[in-house]
């Protein structure tokens, strides 16, 4: 089968998400389209998958116009999805999932899970995936549960599988566990689109490369000759640099100081678990983990967000084990969230409003209670030009700006006070390259002014890009404290699953 | 989410926008979704509403059988007549636009109540039972001391306000200790307060000598609003209160835009997650938002008893606390909405008035226009389609990135 998308053109009112982007795929081959968030990516395998229509430009399936008008036309026509998030209902079992809409009907509309169960077994073997028909997807993990979205979308019969971001939730080493079966599906015939903005991935798996910038195909690369900076400037549209840069740390006296911290998580299990550590003035300190083993309980802890439920928190000395968020804003702490969206911004509030969010309180921004919204604008223009937020004004809707430029006022909102604590939470992840450059320069140069840095991560790439001092959290606790020159990403990765 | 938003969010948190005006910190509006959408509303309930004055009119009915084009001159004369009639009640010489005015102070009070709930994500429908209680409070002031007007009338204003806080504070309380929604105990305490009321009219030290209904004691002559075109002809009621009304709307336009808490009201209602991270107290301010629109609502019940009636009577709310509610939605939650939508509600009440008495229209007719507008308010998606108004709010949004 071969599936070509010729001129796909899709205007949105005062903006071209796909111009005349021309691309083709055939079967037994893997397609990896890169591009940054904005780039038009999902807008493109929207209208592929038939949720949107394009204005101009032709789906062809072997020399074939198709006319899709739903989901359910694109996947009659051999074209599968795996959404980047799931699409599972978590309480019912594999099999149930996977034949939800299609399900197999004894006679008189009976149910037959039992040809449900066969079949996803058989899928399951030919692909060596090791899915258990009757588990229930909520108790499966995340790498589990995704292959339960490849055997839905093979059992729908596709040809052409699209996987939008496949590895942003998966460990390292389930990582190369996807990448194998990736690999067998490839070698049993399918055709693979593989949608990403991890460089690293995409020299490591495509037969081919597509770079999408701004809504249009800027350029096609073979992943035998290309290299990770060419892609990035590629993406980007000019040079970037990929490595961090930064000399070797002086630690100086220790800034914040955890000692047998406890919390409990929303269900009131222990998702911290006697956990101690320091964090000194010109360090950055990393905490590598898969996400949910407690590395959100402990930011909200330190941040005043989440009840402590055991231990101490020092900061600079002075006990803030029980301070309340804005005590801590107080005691110098920036605090880059991890959820932008949920907590670090109000993405209905103007960029102005969003940068005296947390300082709106005190002069020079309000007196009384009155608000200088004069002195506020001018402290948010000097923050967009210092840290470069691209945006036609300081008084459009936060909402309006990419998620690169939204992590950048946050940033900057955060770190353009003098602070003596940074803690820094998924400090780059949903943000395009070009800004991931900037922010890890600010984090550098933050603790070369003389700041303690602690950075939560679950890009591993990133946590021994940054730091001086790596710890590994597992199921609450820290499993092991690691320099990044004595280490590798493999033995990391060990100790995020688990082992000892 | 939208279907023409290029990129799916699932992990987006709830938009509560939609109960909000699009206006940002300075209070800039945007005209297409605060006063083009809204406008076209109204257009429409009132060509909705022409359609159910005609189904009303039954001689004409009949007439479309034998005598098609005679039925459709006299269904638009009921029509002239009836819309002729609702307009010139409302606006249609000093006494019209008198009563308007003096309809709209209460609406206006009561709007800005449900108002300032839903700029800060909380929905007030409790505006009936705070007007209750904050005129019982202006009520006793009323009557019960004898001070100079200049003193008399803002002690009748704050009492109002107090009053109304404290019963608005109650459910402010209770969602931010106990989760208790705020809907399901602002409802409850209406009914509370409207019985309390009617027992309290029965308790001597309120009820007006003599009786054995629920009437109150009369205020005292000092702490009535003054009429304002009295001179003119005494019958003209307009007070005050209207006076107050806009006033009060000037300052809650302050508080939200130009003030510390109207900035962290207007936060933890787009974001209380990102409020909190900021470092507001979220259930502190739980309890001011719901003290700050009860005290609003307190004012509107002011306006009735020491404004518009001298007294208190069995339920002297009527139904102002629920039309803030419309009010509000079809105004924008912002406060300048809000004083338009009260003079346009008040304008109906005064119109649909004299159109009962001049025309076979009944005044039921008004209400069914002002929930048709709401209903057109409350789905704008109806009103872009017929008029094909443009979606601006819904264009998508591509990376304005480094490339740019």
Not at chain 1, 146 to 152: D, G, L, N, P
Not at chain 1, 321 to 350: K, M
Request: proline content about 4%.
């Amino acid at each position: 089968m071969k599936l070509e998308l010729k001129g796909i053109t899709k205007r949105f009112p005062g903006v071209v998400a796909n111009d005349h982007v021309d691309l083709e795929i055939e079967t037994g081959e893997i397609l990896c389209l890169l591009g940054e968030n904005g780039a038009g990516k999902s807008t493109l395998m929207n209208i592929l998958y038939g949720l949107y229509s394009a204005d101009e430009g032709d789906i062809v399936i072997d020399g074939k116009v198709q006319n899709f008008a739903g989901p359910g036309d694109a996947i009659a026509a051999g074209i599968g999805m795996v959404h980047q998030h799931f699409m599972l209902v978590p309480v019912f079992t594999v099999a149930e999932n996977v034949v939800l809409g299609v399900e197999p009907m004894r006679s008189a509309g009976i149910l037959d899970l039992d040809e449900a169960r066969r079949d996803v077994e058989a899928i399951s073997n030919q692909y060596n995936l090791a899915v258990d028909p009757n588990a229930v997807i909520e108790e499966l993990p995340v790498g589990i549960q995704q292959r339960v979205e490849i055997i839905k979308v093979l059992f729908r019969d596709a040809e052409i599988l699209v996987f939008d971001e496949p590895t942003a939730v998966l460990t390292p080493q389930e990582v190369d566990e996807f990448f194998k079966i990736v690999d067998k599906l490839k070698q049993d015939g399918k055709g693979i689109i593989f949608i990403t903005h991890k460089l690293k991935e995409v020299l490591e798996i495509a037969d081919r490369i597509a770079v999408l910038r701004r809504g249009a195909v800027v350029g096609t690369a073979d992943p035998a000759t290309a290299t990770e900076s060419g892609l990035a400037e590629m993406m980007v549209g000019r040079p970037v640099d990929l490595m961090v840069h930064k000399a070797p740390s002086h630690p100086g006296e220790a800034v914040l100081s955890v000692s047998d911290l406890t919390v409990m998580n929303i269900q009131g299990r222990k998702a911290v678990d006697g956990v101690s550590f320091e964090v000194r003035r010109n360090e950055i300190v990393g905490i590598a983990g898969v996400q949910g083993n407690g590395q959100t309980e402990l930011v909200e802890a330190l941040t005043g967000l989440r009840e402590v439920a055991g231990g101490t928190v020092l900061i600079q000395g002075e006990d803030h084990t029980d301070s309340n968020p804005r005590q801590i804003h107080n005691a110098g702490v920036a605090h880059v969230p991890e959820d932008r969206q949920r907590s670090g911004l109000i993405l209905g509030f103007t960029l102005t409003e969003n940068f005296v969010l947390d300082s709106y309180h005190a002069v020079p921004f309000s007196e009384g209670i009155k608000m200088d919204w004069k002195a506020s604008r001018e402290e948010a223009n000097r923050l967009i030009e210092e840290f470069d937020v691209r945006t036609p004004s300081s008084e459009i809707p936060a909402s309006n700006l990419s998620g690169g430029n939204q992590q950048k006022v946050i940033v900057a909102r955060e770190f353009g006070r003098q602070v003596d604590l940074v803690i820094a939470s998924q400090p780059t992840r949903g943000v395009d390259v070009g800004s991931i450059e900037f922010i890890h320069e600010r984090i550098v140069s933050e603790r070369d002014a003389g700041s303690a840095v602690l950075i939560v991560s679950t890009e591993l790439d990133e946590v021994m890009a940054l730091s001086d001092r790596i710890l590994v959290m597992f199921d609450g606790r820290i499993v092991a404290e690691k320099r990044p020159e004595e280490t590798t990403n493999a033995e990391l990765g060990l100790y995020m699953a688990g082992a000892s | 989410m939208s279907d023409v938003t290029p990129t799916s969010k699932p992990d987006q948190p709830e938009d509560r926008s939609s109960f909000v005006a699009d206006v940002t910190g300075v209070g800039r509006i945007d005209w297409r979704s605060n006063i083009l959408i809204p406008a076209l509303a109204i257009l429409s309930a009132l060509v909705v509403g022409a359609i159910f004055i005609a189904l009303g009119d039954l001689d004409t009915l009949r007439l479309w059988g034998s005598d098609p084009g005679r039925a459709l001159s006299e269904t638009f004369g009921t029509l002239g007549d009836a819309y002729g009639a609702l307009f010139r009640g409302a606006l249609g010489g000093i006494n019209p636009i008198s009563e308007t005015l003096t309809r709209a102070a209460p609406l206006i009070l009561a709007g800005l109540a449900v108002a300032v709930g839903f700029q800060a994500g909380l929905f007030n429908i409790g505006a009936n039972g705070q007007m209750l209680i904050g005129g019982m409070f202006a009520l006793v002031v009323g009557f019960q001391f004898d001070l100079p007007l200049l003193i008399h009338i803002p002690l009748a204003i704050v009492a109002a306000f107090i009053g109304g806080a404290l019963w608005g504070a109650i459910p402010g309380y209770l969602r931010a200790k106990t989760g208790a929604h705020e809907v399901i105990t602002t409802i409850m305490l209406n009914f509370i307060a409207l019985r309390l009321v009617d027992y309290l009219l029965t308790v001597k030290f309120f009820q007006l000598e003599g009786r054995n209904d629920p009437v109150s004691k009369s205020v005292l002559d000092s702490a009535r609003y003054p009429k304002l075109i009295e001179f003119i002809n005494p019958r003209y009621r307009v007070h005050l209160g209207i006076i107050i009304a806009i006033l009060v709307a000037v300052g809650v336009w302050w508080l939200l835009y130009r003030s510390t808490i109207g900035f962290e009201f207007r936060a933890v209602g787009a974001n209380p997650d990102g409020a909190r991270y900021a470092g507001m107290n979220v259930v502190f301010l739980y309890v001011a938002v719901m003290a700050v629109a009860g005290g609003l609502a307190g004012l509107a019940g002011g306006d009735q008893v020491v404004g518009t009636l001298g007294r208190a009577t069995s339920g002297f709310s009527g139904v102002i606390g629920f039309d803030a509610i419309a009010l509000a939605l079809l105004g924008r939650s912002h406060p300048f909405g809000v004083v338009a939508a009260g003079l346009l509600f008040g304008g109906l009440a005064a119109g649909g008035q004299a159109m009962q008495a001049t025309t076979n229209v009944g005044i039921d007719i008004v209400q069914v226009i002002q929930a048709l507008i709401i209903v057109f308010i409350a789905a704008p998606a109806l009103i872009k389609a017929i008029f094909r108004v443009r979606a601006e709010a819904e264009s998508a949004q591509v990376s304005q990135g480094w490339a740019t």
